[in-house]
């Protein structure tokens, strides 16, 4: 399959190559001069793209000079962070707004509540986070435009994904145990496990269980597919998200390989498409029996010929795919380096993870119950956020904000989330306080605010998840299978860092679990 793609790409740029150089010839333009046009025009693109989307806004990061602003673009991804927390001291005790140069544009950040407050109050054709959110991972070349205009996979998460959650744990148990059995050999000796692929694929398999149901979520091409996808997504997707919209088309299958995907994925769920359309088409409504999963949801969804054609249908697979794997793996891993270097949370959460069990068994009580676990993976995420910025907005028209400051159309603006999290609202705020959230929630349990601490609950002092109308909706899904698997580990295993905790990678706006980070295990 492979080398039918790699053939197929290579004919491609072979006949690209010929379609140019035809036009060039039959025009009568000399290479050299087209190559120089088009780089001088990519030029006068960038600094027209600058220069009708500055703001007045302080900017961090960016060199006196000329093109120091140019120049601090490509510093973006090894220091962009330190930019952001440098802002924020800066800026936050006077509640003003930064700016921090990326190679795709500036990013102006507030660092007023009561900014962000407006920011998230204001209406999608102003501030849009769908315009955004497709931008940053050039989701109509990367997976596929219908995800920009229908945004249905949204809707199946809160409703169907929701309600099945309840039903589902018993067969997301069963796929978890059995994917972390069959990756994980650890015995009554410590062992070493490097766990970062490991854990995408027992994540991948399990979700996947529900996605598409046993076999597929255990057929290892299938998984690879669904990974391996997701991760070029978010890579490429900040690659062509660089470059101007004409080269996206032309150079998506290329640089991620698109058309292989999608035709493993035709190799693999295409027949059960078929299958299932033609049972709806013979028996409509009177088929009550119907499969209760994400390749049946899909088609549910599917409102006409278009949105029901199989490659549609296919990219909602990927979307919905890409969307919980490595969010969901990363948020796991950086609980379980926590919970690694930090032995003294073990012997309480083992307790009470034992005694909730022992009484009640895996259901969705239990996991509820366990809340000096969901205290340790929200002081997790605190720290260790998937993304340092959250609620990202593109503004679609110009806007001014109640304290003056006026955004135009096109610039995109962000809450600097990891450091709101790490800011004086709580105790020392640097220190990683495992239990805090449940302490929190204990003290208020009386005025009825305990779920205010929860694993899943947002706010502005909380942003991991984004917050208000945008905020992640498959965050109760993330964190019922977090907690299951990592109550399964601690019940069974004790867990160590022998080196100390793995240190986050900081890219760009991103924060990755050190993907060679090793863990020590051994059987209670
Ligand atoms: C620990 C795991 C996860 C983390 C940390 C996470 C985080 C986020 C964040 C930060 C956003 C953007 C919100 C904003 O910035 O305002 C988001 C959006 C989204 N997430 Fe998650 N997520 C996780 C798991 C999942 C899972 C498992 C699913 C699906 C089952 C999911 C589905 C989505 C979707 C569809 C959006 C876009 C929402 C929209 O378009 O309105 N996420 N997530």
Same mark, same amino acid.
């Given at each position: 399959?492979?080398?039918?793609?790699?053939?197929?790409?290579?004919?491609?740029?072979?006949?690209?190559?010929?379609?140019?150089?035809?036009?060039?010839?039959?025009?009568?333009?000399?290479?050299?001069?087209?190559?120089?046009?088009?780089?001088?025009?990519?030029?006068?693109?960038?600094?027209?793209?600058?220069?009708?989307?500055?703001?007045?806004?302080?900017?961090?990061?960016?060199?006196?000079?000329?093109?120091?602003?140019?120049?601090?673009?490509?510093?973006?991804?090894?220091?962009?962070?330190?930019?952001?927390?440098?802002?924020?001291?800066?800026?936050?005790?006077?509640?003003?707004?930064?700016?921090?140069? #990326?190679?795709?544009?500036?990013? &102006? @950040? /507030?660092?007023?509540?009561?900014? *962000?407050?407006?920011?998230?109050? =204001?209406?999608? +054709?102003?501030?849009?986070?769908?315009?955004?959110?497709?931008?940053?991972?050039?989701?109509?070349?990367?997976?596929?435009?219908?995800?920009?205009?229908?945004?249905?996979?949204?809707?199946?998460?809160?409703?169907?994904? #929701?309600?099945?959650?309840?039903? &589902? @744990? /018993?067969?997301?148990?069963?796929? *978890?145990?059995?994917?972390?059995? =069959?990756?994980? +050999?650890?015995?009554?000796?410590?062992?070493?496990?490097?766990?970062?692929?490991?854990?995408?694929?027992?994540?991948?398999?399990?979700?996947?269980?529900?996605?598409?149901?046993?076999?597929?979520?255990?057929?290892?091409?299938?998984?690879?597919?669904?990974?391996?996808?997701?991760?070029?997504?978010?890579?490429?997707?900040?690659?062509?998200?660089?470059?101007?919209?004409?080269?996206?088309?032309?150079?998506?299958?290329?640089?991620?390989?698109?058309?292989?995907?999608?035709?493993?994925?035709?190799?693999?769920?295409?027949?059960?498409?078929?299958?299932?359309?033609?049972?709806?088409?013979?028996?409509?409504?009177?088929?009550?029996?119907?499969?209760?999963?994400?390749?049946?949801?899909?088609?549910?969804?599917?409102?006409?010929?278009?949105?029901?054609?199989?490659?549609?249908?296919?990219?909602?697979?990927?979307?919905?795919?890409?969307?919980?794997?490595?969010?969901?793996?990363?948020?796991?891993?950086?609980?379980?380096?926590?919970?690694?270097?930090?032995?003294?949370?073990?012997?309480?959460?083992?307790?009470?993870?034992?005694?909730?069990?022992?009484?009640?068994?895996?259901?969705?009580?239990?996991?509820?119950?366990?809340?000096?676990?969901?205290?340790?993976?929200?002081?997790?995420?605190?720290?260790?956020?998937?993304?340092?910025?959250?609620?990202?907005?593109?503004?679609?028209?110009?806007?001014?904000?109640?304290?003056?400051?006026?955004?135009?159309?096109?610039?995109?603006?962000?809450?600097?989330?990891?450091?709101?999290?790490?800011?004086?609202?709580?105790?020392?705020?640097?220190?990683?306080?495992?239990?805090?959230?449940?302490?929190?929630?204990?003290?208020?349990?009386?005025?009825?605010?305990?779920?205010?601490?929860?694993?899943?609950?947002?706010?502005?002092?909380?942003?991991?998840?984004?917050?208000?109308?945008?905020?992640?909706?498959?965050?109760?899904?993330?964190?019922?299978?977090?907690?299951?698997?990592?109550?399964?580990?601690?019940?069974?295993?004790?867990?160590?860092?022998?080196?100390?905790?793995?240190?986050?990678?900081?890219?760009?706006?991103?924060?990755?679990?050190?993907?060679?980070?090793?863990?020590?295990?051994?059987?209670?």
């Amino acid at each position: 399959m492979d080398a039918v793609i790699d053939n197929d790409t290579s004919l491609r740029y072979g006949g690209l190559k010929m379609a140019v150089e035809e036009v060039l010839l039959k025009r009568q333009v000399n290479p050299g001069v087209a190559i120089g046009g088009l780089v001088l025009w990519m030029f006068v693109w960038v600094a027209w793209k600058s220069y009708s989307l500055r703001v007045k806004v302080d900017a961090v990061g960016v060199s006196p000079g000329l093109f120091g602003g140019w120049r601090a673009m490509f510093g973006f991804f090894p220091r962009g962070n330190d930019w952001i927390a440098e802002g924020y001291k800066k800026f936050s005790p006077t509640g003003k707004w930064f700016q921090i140069p #990326s190679v795709a544009r500036y990013m &102006i @950040l /507030p660092t007023s509540p009561k900014i *962000l407050e407006e920011m998230m109050a =204001e209406a999608e +054709n102003i501030l849009s986070f769908n315009e955004a959110l497709a931008d940053k991972l050039a989701i109509e070349w990367t997976i596929h435009p219908c995800i920009k205009h229908d945004r249905s996979h949204v809707k199946l998460i809160q409703t169907k994904l #929701s309600q099945r959650l309840t039903t &589902i @744990l /018993p067969e997301v148990m069963d796929e *978890l145990v059995l994917a972390w059995e =069959e990756n994980a +050999n650890v015995g009554k000796e410590w062992t070493k496990v490097q766990i970062s692929d490991m854990m995408l694929q027992i994540v991948a398999r399990t979700t996947n269980r529900m996605f598409v149901g046993v076999p597929l979520c255990r057929n290892q091409e299938y998984l690879d597919n669904v990974i391996q996808y997701a991760g070029k997504v978010m890579m490429m997707g900040s690659i062509l998200d660089c470059l101007p919209r004409i080269f996206r088309g032309p150079l998506t299958n290329p640089l991620m390989k698109k058309s292989y995907h999608y035709a493993i994925m035709r190799k693999h769920v295409g027949h059960i498409l078929r299958e299932r359309k033609e049972k709806m088409r013979e028996l409509g409504e009177e088929w009550k029996d119907r499969p209760d999963d994400l390749i049946q949801w899909v088609l549910d969804f599917a409102v006409d010929e278009k949105a029901s054609s199989e490659e549609e249908l296919i990219a909602r697979l990927l979307m919905m795919n890409f969307v919980s794997i490595h969010t969901t793996s990363e948020a796991i891993l950086q609980t379980l380096y926590d919970i690694g270097s930090h032995p003294e949370l073990q012997p309480p959460l083992h307790a009470e993870i034992t005694e909730i069990l022992s009484k009640d068994g895996m259901c969705k009580q239990s996991l509820t119950k366990m809340k000096k676990l969901d205290s340790v993976i929200r002081e997790s995420q605190r720290l260790s956020p998937i993304t340092t910025v959250t609620m990202v907005r593109k503004a679609m028209a110009p806007h001014t904000f109640s304290d003056g400051t006026h955004i135009p159309a096109g610039a995109w603006m962000g809450a600097p989330a990891a450091e709101i999290q790490r800011s004086n609202f709580i105790p020392n705020p640097t220190v990683f306080d495992g239990f805090r959230w449940e302490r929190m929630g204990v003290e208020n349990q009386s005025s009825g605010k305990a779920g205010k601490y929860a694993a899943v609950t947002t706010s502005f002092d909380h942003l991991v998840w984004g917050h208000g109308k945008y905020a992640c909706p498959g965050r109760f899904f993330a964190t019922t299978v977090e907690k299951i698997l990592l109550s399964h580990i601690i019940e069974r295993f004790e867990v160590r860092c022998p080196e100390g905790r793995p240190k986050n990678k900081l890219f760009g706006m991103a924060c990755i679990a050190d993907p060679k980070g090793v863990i020590e295990l051994k059987m209670r």
